[in-house]
């Protein structure tokens, strides 16, 4: 998609280099000045081309969407400031008989040239915004059909690997009543088991969910991993949010926290699993942290595949708006995760 997306700009603004700007010098009034001003001219040039830039670096559909319009109004003041200050370049008087008829002459001329300079700013201002316009709706199209395809893939695995949610569930049932009070565990685990598989097949339909299922689910995930897991593993679980309420994208923590328990977790050496999530004024943190019990050359082949995958996630889902940093130290494997849910 970026490459896509770089493509695209690429060809817009070289249209607007090779092909708008040297029409708009040379066909117009401009093209008198290469002979009788070379100086301004140039100047002119590179004062157009820099506004153009300037705009397109700016993106002021960005800065029009976030609303900040007092960046928007300085910007244009700025650019506006510029080209009236270029009006008063000192262009040689034009030398009459009559001392009037000059003075009249030069003013026509400048007033002439001036206009032209207008003329040709709000020109280029014009197809610097239309093109920043064209830039970003191009970009958030390719952005909505990413998030499309994403969304497409996970129903596709989930429908790969599904078996009859009917069948299952009963099949569940029935083993449930086979263990009922045969033992506590065994039955906290087939609840919190069947409450998992339920959550996956009713979510993986939806866009978002409230954080407060998503934390459950973390919980009821941990839960489960903690049945198969002896003394020497301890996990750290923590959470705290102002608004239980907040949508987020389902299962969106999934697979940082089976990437902690598969290369973290350890039946035999002493080892530690914390993970941690806060939402705090619409900014969303997530964060793990755990050794690397798994061969180092195993792990760092196996790992990039899932995080690759949720960056791209995450990108599609909040252009912008979203960081997730990884970092290998003594050791240990370290993920940071933050996402600024309100634009």
Request: charged letters at 20%; aromatic letters at 14%; glycine letters at 4%.
């Amino acid at each position: 998609m970026k490459n896509t997306e770089t493509k695209t700009a690429m060809i817009l603004d070289g249209i607007f280099c090779l092909l708008f700007m040297p029409m708009l010098m040379l066909l117009g009034p401009a093209g008198s000045w290469i002979s009788e001003w070379p100086l301004f001219f140039i100047i002119d040039c590179v004062y157009l081309y820099g506004c153009y830039w300037f705009i397109r670096w700016l993106n002021m559909p960005s800065v029009l969407v976030r609303r900040r319009y007092g960046l928007a109004a300085g910007a244009l003041l700025l650019l506006g400031s510029c080209n009236y200050a270029l009006t008063f370049y000192p262009h040689p008087a034009i030398d009459f008989v009559t001392p009037s008829m000059s003075r009249y002459q030069t003013s026509v001329r400048d007033y002439s040239v001036s206009l032209s300079l207008w003329l040709m700013f709000f020109a280029v201002l014009c197809y610097a915004f239309t093109i920043s316009f064209v830039n970003e709706l191009y970009r958030q199209n390719l952005l909505r059909k990413e998030m499309e395809l994403q969304r497409d893939r996970a129903e596709l695995a989930a429908f790969r690997a599904q078996i009859s949610p009917h069948f299952l569930f009963n099949t569940l049932n029935s083993l449930y009543s086979l263990v009922i009070g045969t033992s506590q565990k065994a039955e906290d685990a087939f609840v919190k088991f069947a409450d998992l598989l339920k959550y996956t097949y009713s979510a993986v339909g939806k866009d978002t969910v409230p954080i407060a299922s998503e934390i459950e689910y973390i919980g009821n995930y941990i839960d489960l991993q903690s049945i198969r897991l002896n003394r020497h593993t301890a996990v750290e679980w923590s959470h705290e949010v102002d608004c239980p309420d907040t949508q987020v994208p389902p299962m969106l923590f999934l697979t940082f926290v089976e990437n902690a328990f598969k290369y973290g977790a350890s039946a035999s050496d002493d080892c530690r699993i914390s993970l941690r999530l806060e939402l705090t004024a619409g900014v969303l943190r997530f964060s793990t942290r755990n050794r690397i019990m798994k061969h180092s050359d195993s792990f760092r082949s196996e790992m990039p595949v899932g995080i690759k995958n949720s960056r791209a996630r995450l990108e599609g889902l909040y252009p912008s708006r979203s960081s997730l940093q990884t970092r290998e130290a003594d050791g240990e494997f370290l993920l940071d995760m933050t996402i600024k849910l309100d634009d």
